[in-house]
């Protein structure tokens, strides 16, 4: 009985340790995301052109740069809300791996 909740626990911890690294790896890409996008509307900011080339995929687009700065920003937006979500999801994957560390702990010493 004790074996097969200890193999379910430790199953259990295998899982939640790889979502958290899945979490933190894209945790770092969305804030890289978000500073690319606060560096770029702060450097468009400082260009006294009124119209700039934007990068799309393999073509540039000769657009705006208010319409192309209030893009960023709304951007940067939705990158800090996903963020949160993502610390939400960090936060609830790390309480369990450490909630099933410590009972794995108390199952062992019993």
Known sequence: MSQNILQEMASSLRSSKAQLEVVNMQLSRLERQQKLASVTAKELESYPVENVWRSCGKMFMFQDKAKYVTELSQDEKSV????????????????????TVESLRRVVQQ
């Open 80 to 99: 800090e809300e996903q963020i949160k979500a993502m610390k939400i999801k960090q936060h609830y994957l790390q309480t369990t791996v450490d909630n």
